[in-house]
Nanobody
Framework: QVQLVESGGGLVQAGGSLRLSCAVS????????RGWYRQAPGKERELVAG???????RYADSAQGRFTISRGNAGSAWYLQMDSLKPDDTAVYYC???????????????WGQGTQVTVSS
């Protein structure tokens, strides 16, 4: 069974940095369109950064220039380096990916369990 496992959240002061990690566990055929989303209290979940299926990156305006998405060589893990953090970045962060569990199966979207990021002023 495919699962996305996140790590790396925590409490940091404004201006600090955190690095989030996401890894795919279980057997699968292929991984497409990896990304990071976040959801603050009372707000909708929003894209922070992601890789599209052609491998290009995209960032939310609020993340541009401060956050960097990257992935490991095998492609089964990806990361979000967050620098110059602000209190407005406080949210639960989720990784997601489109994963094809078996050969010939259409990809389905999977989500990590979420990790809390809290930025104090």
């Amino acid at each position: 069974q495919v699962q996305l496992v996140e790590s790396g959240g925590g409490l940091v002061q404004a201006g600090g940095s955190l690095r989030l990690s996401c890894a795919v566990s279980g057997s699968y055929f292929g991984i497409y369109a990896r990304g990071w989303y976040r959801q603050a209290p009372g707000k909708e979940r929003e894209l922070v950064a992601g890789f599209t299926r052609d491998g290009s990156t995209r960032y939310a305006d609020s993340a541009q220039g401060r956050f960097t998405i990257s992935r490991g060589n095998a492609g089964s893990a990806w990361y979000l380096q967050m620098d110059s953090l602000k209190p407005d970045d406080t949210a639960v962060y989720y990784c997601n990916a489109d994963v094809s569990p078996k050969t010939g199966w259409h990809p389905a979207t999977y989500w990590g369990q979420g990790t809390q990021v809290t930025v104090s002023s």
